[in-house]
């Protein structure tokens, strides 16, 4: 940049380029050399660059401050080290040092945590090698200990009040180290297991400590035991029974979403509803979806009338926000009587928002017609401020989530739907009404869409002879072999295809990925077939892969084994939401990755419920499937499981 100024630049111009470099005995000294050239002549323009390269007072004395800090800190470690190895078979037996040992392994030591390094480096940068060893023996002497404090329950009531037990750190660690060396937790005791889980839950160590995937492990764990109904209750419940319930987050019991746990956890959410009643809106929310998800519309119907009648003014927007999608009609006409609250859409939002993720649940089209007329006559445009702001019920929140209402009606091809946003339409004219019609608009994209008519004879015809597949049984048995052929490729082709699908550390890679590569695979096949990736398909569902032939179009849904809902997304994803689509012709392809036992805890096979024994190999995993999915039984749906086990 120098060397294209003009000769003519000012001292100021090429100056302002020169401390755009960082400047030392070394750095920045062919950028000093370069300005030469426009300071000849001048002794001060010399000066001035050769200033440059010693470094100012405050660099000086911040290195100075870094040096005596790290002198400090090495004599700090050999003090430790001193003491820690004096106590060497106390550490290894598990009773000397371990929360402080334990800190360390979790970065939380300041002498013990340095950048980059992984948990057991931070212990031996700190102690040394010897005493690292010996703290990762103790760690797990102490586990195999179930005498030593603290209990699950301990924990949980200490949670209650805003306490904590250090020791439970040393239990967590222990576990970790097996999850690091794959060891797995099958024979640890399960009280020990609840007092991990709970401290997990209750201090998030693992995210602060990087401890991915061991919450999942160990949650994994407790459920093949059948201890989650167990866990939920015990962890919750002297929380709710204390001083802080109004502070109670149910984050854990809801973010499981196994047809199991869904049900036990609306059991428990049913419960303490109406036990506990000074929970705050956002705890009553998080309660109240865990009954939508379970759809036991009917109990919360009760349970409203109840909170309505006898709650402050103030508590009652959360019910009502439920009575509008359990009691629609007499709400309404409640609601309507007297003038709209505008803070009623924020529980509506929030209630619904949650119901609504992943389509588990639907609005009728009267519901969200009625929510978009009241609301958009109350909160109009609003745009933020450039200068930030704080929260998420500002104006503009509000009026962005009445567009989102507007796009979800949008979204239905339906009749009904066409009508309302009609009608929406013709209101007297606000903020929201170009966006109402621009929705419209494409929603008569969409009709047109589904409404499309099948082929003539003629044009089937014409399609034979092309050789192209007539129909969608037909196309889901054309792909159906060409994942035979991508099968036999990964077995045994000479490039060595398999290898795509795993690590340099031989782990599975996650499913997006290993997608992409069956995709890539599946491009080599057959001509005359499209292949893509994240389709919109009906009602604008986005479908992992779709293999398009003519106006066909088959959904393809792509499952690790790991994957939650392994063992119900053939009928409740791609049954439900993709083979609905009119150019897949009620068909599609349920494909299973297959990579077998012996593989990290977050990549094992997703278990089928208590007491089900797991398949053995990827045909036992294909017949369990078969016979747990309607859609697969029916033939709409077929089962291919891609066997990408490789032997260790």
Known sequence: MLNSLPPTCTDEQWRDLVQLSRHDHISGADVRIAARVYSQGRDDLNNWLDRLQEPPEWRTLLDLDLIKEREARMIRRADHRANFTSYIDAIRAGDYGMVQ????YLGRNQDASVDGENATDHLSTWVGEDVANASLIGFENYLNRPDTPPTCDQIANSAAEGRHWPTAYVVVVALAERYRNKVGFSDVDSERLLTALFQLWYTHIDAQ???DGLEQAVTAEICTRGLWPESIQRFYEPQLQGSKASQVNFYWMTRETSPATTIQSSCFASKWLQQFPDLSEHSESELIVQLLKARRHDELQCLAASKIQALPKN????????????????????IDASPIEPGLLWPVKEVLTEHLVDNHGQLLVPQYEWLIATFRRIWLAAQSPHDGWCGDRNPWDAFSYILHLINRLGNDARDSAAAALSRLSNFPPDESTDHIRAVAAEQRRIRVESNFALPTLDAIEAIMRDRVPQNGADLQVVIEDE????????RSDDVESWRGFYSEEGEPYDEERCRNILLGLLRQGTAG??????????????????CSAGQLRLPVEVKGQWHRDLWNAADQQLDRLYTPDWRAAGRGIYLVLWFGPHVAENKRLRTAGRGVALPQTAADLRSMLSANSAAIRDGRVVAVVMDIERTR
């Open 315 to 334: 508590r009652r927007p959360i019910w009502d926000a439920v009575c509008l999608i359990t009691d629609f009609n007499i709400t309404t006409a409640r």
């Open 209 to 211: 400590a990087k401890l």
């Open 101 to 104: 040992l334990a800190m360390g």
């Open 483 to 490: 994942l035979q052929i991508v099968q036999a490729k990964i």
């Open 529 to 546: 077939i499209t292949y893509d990736l994240e389709t919109h398909v009906y009602e604008e569902k986005k479908v992992d892969i779709t």
